[in-house]
């Protein structure tokens, strides 16, 4: 099928407002181009949009639309290149693929995702099958993708009791679609999603994930052209909501001295929402500081990094800048409030402690997490998962030509 057939919604990029200034990309912290150089490449995707190896450092962070002084959209286009790429493949990459969830109404069956829900205990499934099933309550929580991988911890929490749970196995935003160049396919998830959403009646929505409230918040208004009919509360802001009315307490300081670590889609959803994660994280007990690129210049954990071409080398070589800021900020604590950083800084950033902001904030209140994340790190050794992502293995480390 032709991209043309593809165009089910706005690609964003506004050609007619460019002047082919190139600060969008020479401003760029994943790239070292010359002024003249950025102008060069934006003059020549400007006229033709496709696919350029000059645009292969770019991750999709967003963070150049607030440096275009037309709003033109720079990152928009970047989205667009990549979807050239991405048709001209003759296959998607199987690494890629395999962490995508939500494409099980495309025809694709087995993700990591879907891998970990299959591999959980009785109870597990129940909760899952329960968040399936739509809902009545004055707010409704939406679990995202990662976040449902520990159902106990968000169906157990005292604090949480008043808030229906939501969330199936294939629901998600399409963030991970999205960011690897499906642009179509992402935004028919999303899309997905807000119907899904629409099958519960309630007054209010409360996101426990960035991206989710990103991507329903900010990608589909814009490019869908979709206003959510009802009001969207981050969870952080829920939290806090509670606490200053009394509804909740904090029984459990946490005494944490942490380097709060913003993710790509927190500058995306606004400073409100940064102060609200600080606020929070205060509340609770942690004494933060922040990181040398925090708010409009967060640096990716590396799994955007990861999304060009579902390889290794791509994420080792964002991740490692986002390590550098790890060292300059002097801390051996890090928070994160998005889950799958605080995964890949659990992983792949030996030397730090990796924090969840989330499961903080429950110990804080509640007193006890049900499943923290160290029973997912030990789901992930089991060997169904372990042999499934070996299998993956080959797709994620040989190397390419771009
Ligand atoms: S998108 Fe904006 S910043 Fe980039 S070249 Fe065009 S006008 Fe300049
Ligand atoms: S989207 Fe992010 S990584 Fe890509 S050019 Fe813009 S600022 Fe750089």
């Not at 998830?189 to 629409?198: E, F, G, Q, S």
């Not at 509340?283 to 040398?292: A, F, T, V, W, Y």
């Not at 300059?328 to 950033?349: D, T």
Request: aromatic letters at 10%; glycine letters at 8%; a positive charge.
């Amino acid at each position: 099928m032709s991209l043309d057939e593809h165009r089910l919604f706005t690609r964003g990029f506004s050609a007619e407002n460019c002047i082919q200034c190139g600060k969008c990309i020479a401003g760029c912290q994943h790239t070292d181009l010359t002024p003249q150089q950025a102008r060069d490449i934006m003059k020549k995707v400007t006229i033709k949009p496709q696919w350029y190896p000059e645009l292969s450092f770019c991750i999709r962070c967003g963070k150049c639309n607030y440096r275009c002084p037309k709003d033109a959209r720079p990152s928009d286009l970047e989205y667009e290149c990549l979807e050239y790429k991405r048709r001209a493949e003759q296959e998607f990459p199987s690494s890629m693929a395999y962490a995508i969830n939500g494409m099980g109404a495309e025809g694709w069956s087995a993700n990591f995702f879907r891998d970990v829900y299959k591999g959980l205990g009785k109870t597990d499934k129940n909760i899952l099958r329960a968040w399936a099933t739509p809902k009545k309550s004055k707010d409704l929580l939406f679990i995202g993708c990662t976040d449902r991988m520990l159902p106990r911890t968000w169906e157990e929490s005292q604090t949480l009791r008043n808030a229906a749970k939501f969330g199936g196995p294939d629901d998600c935003c399409g963030v991970w679609a999205i960011q690897g160049g499906l642009l179509d396919e992402g935004y028919r998830i999303a899309k997905r999603l807000v119907n899904r959403l629409l099958e519960n009646r309630f007054d209010r929505l409360v996101l426990g994930c960035g991206h989710c409230q990103k991507v329903l918040t900010r990608m589909i208004p814009e490019k869908l052209g979709i206003v959510l009919p009802f009001p969207v509360i981050s969870i952080y802001d829920y939290f806090l909501e509670m606490l200053e009315t009394g509804a909740a307490r904090v029984t459990t300081p946490l005494n944490l001295d942490a380097v709060i670590s913003d993710p790509c889609f927190g500058y995306e959803n606004g400073d409100e929402f940064l102060n609200s994660v600080r606020r929070l994280a205060t509340k609770i007990g942690i004494n933060i500081s922040e990181l040398p690129h925090n708010r409009e210049n967060a640096v990716c954990c590396g799994y955007n990094g990861y999304f060009n071409n579902g390889k290794v080398a791509n994420f080792v070589k964002t991740a490692l800048m986002k390590r550098k800021d790890f060292a300059q900020s002097g801390k051996k604590h890090v928070m994160s409030y998005c889950p799958g950083c605080h995964l890949f800084n659990h992983y792949f950033q030996p030397g730090y402690k990796s924090h969840y902001l989330l499961e903080d904030v429950l110990l804080a209140l509640d007193g006890k997490v049900a499943e923290p994340f160290s029973v997912l790190y030990r789901r992930l050794a089991r060997p169904r998962i372990a042999w499934n992502l070996a299998s993956v293995a080959k797709s994620a480390l040989l190397p390419v030509k771009e």
